[in-house]
């Protein structure tokens, strides 16, 4: 009964990091003109999952970065609900933010 509320509850970590995400993009963007693909260069750090000891329960990974574009995805790390499927999140350079993959 529970499943669906506990699955919305952790995928508002992927939502939140990926809006941080954005945001870092956004002000690398206006510095530079240009979006990046490495999480140093615009000062995000990468959350630690709980499989390497830390809270998060998604990886995070930026699939795209040109001098106008940017996509960066959200994927959870375990099967909240048991049913095969693993949820991911992904937001663009206009914070548009889309579940991809329900779980």
Known sequence: NLMPLISKAKSIEAQSHLTALH?????HFYMHSKYSNDFSTVDFIIPK?????????YEYEIIEATNSTF???ATAITDFNGDGKFNVW??????????VIKD
């Open 71 to 73: 996509k960066a995805r």
């Open 49 to 57: 999952t709980v499989k390497e000891g830390g809270r998060a329960n």
């Open 23 to 27: 945001g870092s993009q956004r002000t």
């Open 90 to 99: 992904e937001i663009d350079q206009d914070q548009n933010l889309k579940e």
